[in-house]
């Protein structure tokens, strides 16, 4: 059973960075695609970044020239590099992964971002 475990969040102010990570286990595949989602109370979940095992990357427009997605060359652990954060990136972001050939996807339990303004 493939577990993620994520970490880095946390209060930070306004202007400051912030890194996540995501150690996944469980699996003997590399993940094919890995994300971070990222939710706000009464609002449905968005994709903030994700890359997949050929290196591509894809941002909300909202957070491109800010934040940075990579992961490892084993395609387990995934890390957000979040910059100039502002307020409006405060959320509970998760981490997502799926699994080859449309396989299974996974997600984290959250960890919460806050930033001060």
Not at 15 to 35: E, I, N, P, Q, Y
Not at 72 to 96: F, I, R
Request: proline fraction near 3%.
């Amino acid at each position: 059973q493939v577990q993620l475990v994520e970490s880095g969040g946390g209060l930070v102010q306004a202007g400051g960075s912030l890194r996540l990570s995501c150690d996944g286990s469980g699996s003997s595949l590399a993940f094919s695609v890995m994300g971070w989602y990222r939710q706000t109370p009464g609002n449905q979940r968005e994709l903030a970044a994700a890359i997949v095992g050929g290196g591509i990357t894809n941002y909300a427009d909202s957070v491109k020239g800010r934040f940075s997605i990579s992961r490892d060359k084993a395609m387990k652990t995934s890390y957000l590099q979040m910059n100039s954060l502002k307020p409006e990136d405060t959320a509970v972001y998760y981490c997502y992964v799926r699994l080859p050939g449309g396989g299974k996807e996974y997600w984290g339990q959250g960890t919460q971002v806050t930033v001060s303004s």
